[in-house]
């Protein structure tokens, strides 16, 4: 609901009955069977006036954000919002804003100035980007709001949403916290807090603040009216810190696919107590491979604490665990096999690439990096080469014989291991006419003149 943007009478008067209720009920659980509520207009009006100053404190630093994105072999033009979170021009925003863009522009409440923006990172298992706009020596000195702290948030507390909802500027929207740690199919990094606080389309990216005018979060999506998510600001600012100081995001990991470990599958192994994850499948090669974790192993503890997961929401608590433990130290883990708890000690890896963005051709097909994901979920037999993720229909892609899901190994007779090499054999190749790829599909090995 937004108090700031409805002007019915109504809807006022029933929000000040509802307030001056509330506080009746709560001076009655005191055991003051005296105490009488405060007058209701004053209720309300000091909760609208920490609206008002929480909101104007923060409305300068929220962008205005156009995108003219590419993908697959198509141009839109795509509206969100950003909140600038230092002098130097940055501004965290979501990826989804900003992924594929040819060409990013900026403009700040105030100064009337188009600024050009280029990514500095962006993480789609989190759907946050960090972008960077450089000011100009004539414009004013970029103001921007204190990043607050997520973790202290309570559910049921007022919150603010700030964002362009279709392409109105500095849009108000008040809420509360309706729920903390949700779990989305977003990506397995994600714990969301949920709002009732309005994010429509053009406020992805904008600020979820409290009534201190603290920034608590970046506001990513919707699901219907009145359950909107948004990205913890803890999480989105140890994400910008990896990228500002290091260029990337470090997250640890053991090289492992697993499922919940449900009642039923507790029964089954015949442990109906015990809690955990299964282990489907450890990685050769990986962390989990070299400490002897096998297949069929529920983990039950790990580095001391205890592993519960009978749910797909539940077991990505146990990722994020894992993600965020300290890269190259070594962790204790509790297993039970054949009915038998033991321990492992895996020397945890750095998390390999899981997804990165498609390389559109000019010859109508899209290729991209052969992630961990793609590797898993392709069931490939190697990483060497590139990934064709998208073929255009009728295109010289097409017509040579190139599909989805092929690898292609060779271009313009130039041997592909990586993306690396295929932009350089794509430069190479491109005043020489007609020329040779070779691909994989399957077991099958395949040619296409282009």
């Known amino acids: ?15 000040k009955c509802a307030l001056a ?26 909760l609208q006036q920490a609206v008002i100053e929480a909101s104007e404190k923060v409305k300068p630093a929220v962008g205005h954000i156009e995108a003219f994105q590419r993908y697959r072999q198509k141009r839109r033009r795509v509206i969100g919002s950003g909140i600038l979170v230092n002098a130097d021009g940055i501004l965290l925003t979501n990826q989804h804003v900003v992924q594929n863009a040819e060409k990013i522009t900026v403009v700040i409440p105030g100064n009337n100035h188009k600024y050009n923006a280029t990514v500095v990172g962006t993480d789609r298992q989190t759907d946050l980007a960090i972008i960077k706009i450089r000011p100009d020596d004539f414009v004013t000195k970029l103001d921007y709001p204190v990043l607050g702290d997520s973790d202290a948030i309570k559910v049921g507390q007022w919150v603010i949403a700030i964002g362009n909802p279709f392409g109105l500027d500095g849009t108000v929207s008040l809420g509360i916290v309706s729920a903390k740690g949700r779990n989305l199919r977003l990506g397995n990094m994600s714990q969301f807090i949920q709002t009732d606080a309005m994010i429509d ?9 409290n009534l201190d005018g603290e920034v608590i979060g970046i506001n990513t999506l919707a699901q219907g009216r009145g359950i909107g998510f948004t990205i913890p600001i803890n ?37 109906p107590d015990q809690t955990g994850v299964i282990v489907n499948l450890a990685v050769s090669g990986s962390p989990s491979e070299k400490a002897g974790i096998k ?34 130290r070594q962790v204790k883990v509790g297993i039970v096999r054949a009915g038998k708890r033991l321990f492992v000690y895996p020397e945890l890896a750095p998390q390999p690439l ?8 000019e010859y109508g097909f899209n290729v991209k990096e052969i992630t961990y994901s793609i590797f898993m979920r392709r069931r490939l037999e190697s990483k060497e080469g590139v990934y064709v993720s998208f073929v255009a229909r009728d295109s010289p892609g097409s017509e040579a014989g190139l599909g989805t899901g092929d690898i292609i190994t060779s271009f ?5 291991k990586n993306m690396e090499d295929f932009k350089k054999a794509r430069q190479n190749t491109k005043d020489s006419g007609k020329f040779l790829i070779t691909y994989k599909r399957g077991r099958e090995i395949g040619r296409a003149h282009v």
């Not at 609901?1 to 929000?15: E, H, K, P, R």
């Open 1 to 15: 609901m937004s108090f700031l943007n409805n002007g019915a009478d109504g809807g006022v008067a029933a929000v």
């Open 21 to 46: 209720a509330a506080v009746l009920i709560l001076s009655m659980a005191a055991g003051d069977s005296y105490a009488q509520p405060p007058q209701q207009d004053n209720v309300f009006d000091a």
């Open 201 to 209: 389309p053009g406020s992805s990216g904008g600020p979820l603040i």
């Open 235 to 271: 999480q989105a600012r140890t994400i910008m810190s990896g990228f500002l100081e290091e260029g990337k995001i470090k997250r640890s990991w053991l090289g492992i696919t697993l499922q919940p470990f449900s009642r039923d599958l507790a029964e089954y192994f015949g442990i």
């Open 295 to 328: 297949p069929g192993d529920v983990i039950v503890s790990f580095d001391g604490k205890k592993v519960e997961a009978e749910n797909e929401e539940e077991l990505k608590n146990f990722i994020r665990m894992v993600s965020e433990s300290e890269t190259g």
């Open 354 to 361: 899981m997804d990165s963005d498609e390389v559109e051709t």
């Open 412 to 416: 313009g007779g130039t041997e592909i």
